[in-house]
């Protein structure tokens, strides 16, 4: 009868190459992401021919921070559960310092406000004069007397 054998590590000592692999796929975060939106997404639509990046630069999900290699990619992007995922991830404000004093005790706790973000326009829609929207949703809370309550039968009654 032969002995267990031990799995052998190909790459003994590689944390070097992981590292790299680590900041090689590492992407924009979400208060960096929403700062964009707010402030410079026609620019990065419409960005200028870069030979260096996929597709010349021209193609790029704002949300995601991802460039695209041609408009049919860019737009069946726009149906994929990762574009959808970091859409749902935008709909809360990003984390900011007067949240995090607020957390600490220096002021009372506010619930994050929630908006609506909608799928950003085509290279067409934005050079007619179309912007991404980011509104706030109205969060009402539902009056108890909306409420219904339902009576169980009893057993006895029945």
Known sequence: MGMVQKRKKMHYGDTHLQRRWRVRN?????????????????ELINQNVDLDKPGFAQFYCVHCAKYFIDD???QSHFHTKVHKRRLKALELEPYSIEESERAVGRGSYQKAKKRVI????SKDEVKAGKRIKVEDKDTEEPTTSAK??????????T
């Open 72 to 74: 049919t990619a860019l």
């Open 118 to 121: 909608e799928t950003q326009p």
């Open 26 to 42: 590492r992407r924009r975060d979400l208060d960096q992401i929403d700062d964009d939106m707010r402030t410079q997404s026609a």
């Open 148 to 157: 219904v309550t339902r009576k169980r039968p009893n057993k006895m009654e």
